[in-house]
């Protein structure tokens, strides 16, 4: 039951996190042009989501100091997502994106 309930625990963490991950595979994700500034805005949300997911699953998992290996994990994934993102066809890695990503995954609590 034990695997079950862990299993429970993080998978909205991970699937979440796979939704970023393709969506980032993506070559032209949105099809219009956004006001300057949202993709910023919408970078901080998303992260600010993953902050959160990952955080709560390290609580129930009983790691300690949870809100700060969350943020850190999440991070770490924005790291890897615009390094990931800098091999797709027309799409760049972004210093400001992974910025608002860095703040967006902190901003939970």
């Known amino acids: 039951m034990k695997g079950l ?3 429970l625990i993080w998978l909205p963490t991970v699937s979440y996190m796979t939704v970023i991950f393709y969506m980032s595979s993506l070559s032209k ?3 219009y042009e956004l ?3 949202t993709d910023k805005l919408l970078h901080f949300i998303e ?3 993953l902050g959160f997911l990952m955080s709560y699953s390290l609580k129930k998992s ?3 100091r949870y809100i700060l290996r969350g943020w ?3 991070a770490l994934y924005a790291l890897t997502d ?3 993102q800098a091999f797709v066809p027309m799409r760049d890695a972004s210093v ?3 910025g608002a990503d860095s703040i967006g995954g902190i901003i939970q609590y």
């Open 47 to 49: 992260y600010a989501v």
């Open 62 to 64: 009983g790691v300690k």
């Open 96 to 98: 400001l994106d992974f």
């Open 29 to 31: 994700p949105i099809r």
């Open 72 to 74: 850190l994990f999440a």
């Open 5 to 7: 309930k862990k299993f």
């Open 35 to 37: 006001p300057h500034g």
């Open 82 to 84: 615009e390094t990931h």
